[in-house]
């Protein structure tokens, strides 16, 4: 039975390495996904804090101008 069984067993065992090596992959790209998301979000902050801590600046003009710039 373990002569038989083992062609069996080794293919299942190659089988749940394949899948795993792929979740593992697409999770490594969600991570990059959110990280980039995360990025992308600190910089809108960042300028939110400028615009609010900058004395002076007509702070509704400011925004509209922040409006038009194509995003990195």
Do not use: C, W
């Given at each position: 039975?373990?002569?038989?069984?083992?062609?069996?067993?080794?293919?299942l065992l190659?089988?749940?390495?394949?899948?795993?090596?792929?979740?593992?992959?697409?999770?490594?790209?969600?991570?990059?996904?959110?990280?980039?998301?995360?990025?992308?979000?600190?910089?809108?902050?960042?300028?939110?804090?400028?615009?609010?801590?900058?004395?002076?600046?007509?702070?509704?003009?400011?925004?509209?101008?922040?409006?038009?710039?194509?995003?990195?």
């Amino acid at each position: 039975m373990l002569i038989f069984g083992q062609p069996f067993f080794r293919r299942l065992l190659d089988h749940r390495e394949k899948r795993m090596e792929i979740e593992a992959r697409m999770t490594a790209e969600k991570a990059a996904q959110y990280a980039a998301h995360t990025e992308r979000l600190e910089q809108r902050v960042r300028v939110l804090e400028r615009i609010v801590t900058d004395k002076g600046i007509d702070v509704a003009d400011e925004i509209e101008s922040l409006r038009d710039k194509p995003l990195n």
